[in-house]
């Protein structure tokens, strides 16, 4: 195991253990992690679900936003920075059982800001979910 990936999986450790918005991502498991890049796989589930039955946006979101911040976390100084914006194109729906992976770079990290790409996929990448991008500012 990188250092990266320990370091990633420390977060959401500490995360889960708490009651803040990011205990979300507890069934989400790192899959590697360093030189800019974080991917990572889950299972959908009910608790990821719409009312529609798949996987919701919002949830959506939320990867790309944790996701890409774990791989600019894993470059540079290590920080984490602070979301400028994020834009999501959602391209078809994820059903439950299936296997979604979540794969992050970063495209760039200057000296105050930092963006990022990442994909939604499953069926081993074959079908694009959804794809997203995020700027962030480094202090």
Same mark, same amino acid.
């Given at each position: 195991?990188?250092?990266?990936?320990?370091?990633?999986?420390?977060?959401?450790?500490?995360?889960?253990?708490?009651?803040?918005?990011?205990?979300?991502?507890?069934?989400?498991?790192?899959?590697?992690?360093?030189? =800019?890049?974080?991917?990572?796989?889950?299972?959908?589930?009910?608790?990821?679900?719409?009312?529609?039955?798949?996987?919701?946006?919002?949830?959506?979101?939320?990867?790309?936003?944790?996701?890409?911040?774990?791989?600019?976390?894993?470059? =540079?100084?290590?920080?984490?920075?602070?979301?400028?914006?994020?834009?999501?194109?959602?391209?078809?729906?994820?059903?439950?059982?299936?296997?979604?992976?979540?794969?992050?770079?970063?495209?760039?990290?200057?000296?105050?800001?930092?963006?990022?790409?990442?994909?939604?996929?499953?069926?081993?990448?074959?079908?694009?979910?959804?794809?997203?991008?995020?700027?962030?500012?480094?202090?």
């Amino acid at each position: 195991m990188t250092r990266g990936v320990e370091l990633i999986k420390s977060i959401i450790e500490r995360m889960c253990q708490t009651n803040s918005f990011g205990k979300c991502m507890k069934n989400v498991k790192i899959l590697s992690a360093g030189d =800019g890049k974080c991917k990572a796989e889950f299972t959908v589930s009910d608790e990821h679900l719409n009312l529609g039955g798949t996987l919701h946006g919002g949830f959506t979101a939320t990867l790309i936003d944790c996701i890409s911040t774990y791989a600019l976390m894993t470059c =540079g100084t290590g920080a984490p920075g602070v979301s400028v914006n994020i834009n999501v194109a959602y391209m078809k729906p994820a059903f439950p059982g299936e296997l979604v992976t979540v794969d992050a770079k970063t495209i760039r990290a200057g000296r105050t800001l930092a963006y990022l790409a990442v994909d939604l996929t499953k069926n081993n990448g074959k079908d694009i979910i959804a794809n997203g991008q995020h700027t962030k500012f480094i202090a």
